[in-house]
């Protein structure tokens, strides 16, 4: 790991590196703590330019430096690509709650995704509220359902040519599965597995899909009985 003197994280290299391999990722580590020491110097100079308090705040999320950058946030407050950054960190250390400000204010100001930055924050807002779901009672785990049923459904409506967009679709299907709606499962999961071109999303849509189908069957049997 190498740190910067600020105690900022520059770059990790996990394991053991002989010579040969350890040299241009310290040369590396080196060009970018030049960089960020210029641009902090550009910024000294021009305290109040958008630009580069946003591109420093985002050197200090990649930094590990989140504290520098929530401070940077106040002079900008409804900066998207910033406070994007700022959900998405939070997210990354699972504090959901604090994410929330943020990623709400990049929804409420890009609202035409014109920075493109919103199906991988729906991606991971689904994700969270999901990870919410088991051990929870009840009514509470059918609420953080909801929502993530919501952010996966929003990609899948509104954002059909991104990247995300199958993701959002598998993830939306494991979601109604963990709800025990087996049933809008198996329509989801089976729609992608058959129109995917994506070997590996095909295999885990197939996969999951065989899971759900064990599940309704073993539920039925229970009502059965």
């Known amino acids: 790991m190498f740190i910067g003197p600020d105690g900022g ?3 990790k290299k996990v394991g053991y590196a002989p010579p040969a391999q350890f040299t241009p990722v310290m040369e590396e580590a080196l060009k970018k703590e030049t960089k960020f020491q210029e641009t902090l110097a550009k910024l000294k100079k021009m305290p109040d330019d958008v630009t580069l308090n946003r591109e420093i705040a985002i050197l200090y999320i990649k930094r590990e430096q989140l504290e520098k950058a929530l ?3 106040k002079k900008i407050p409804d900066d ?27 929804i409420k100001n ?18 969270a509220y999901g990870n919410q779901i088991q051990g929870k009672a009840e009514d509470v785990a059918a609420e953080k ?3 993530a049923e919501m952010h996966f459904q929003k990609i899948i409506d509104t954002y059909p040519k991104t990247d995300e967009n199958e993701q959002a679709q598998l993830y939306l299907g494991v ?17 992608l597995a058959n129109h995917t071109t994506d070997e590996r999303m095909k295999l885990n849509a197939e996969a999951n899909l065989k899971r ?9 049997n229970k009502t059965d009985n």
């Open 110 to 127: 890009d609202t035409k995704n014109t920075s493109g930055l919103l199906p991988a924050l729906h991606i991971q807002l689904g994700v």
């Open 9 to 11: 994280v520059i770059t």
């Open 71 to 73: 401070l940077i946030s």
């Open 145 to 147: 359902a909801k929502i």
């Open 80 to 106: 998207v690509k910033l406070n994007n950054g700022i959900a998405l960190a939070y997210l990354g250390q699972k504090q959901l709650e604090k994410a929330l400000p943020f990623s709400k204010k990049v």
């Open 212 to 220: 759900v189908k064990e599940l309704a069957a073993e539920a039925e």
């Open 175 to 191: 979601i109604y599965s963990i709800s025990k709606q087996y049933d809008k499962s198996i329509e989801v999961l089976e729609k």
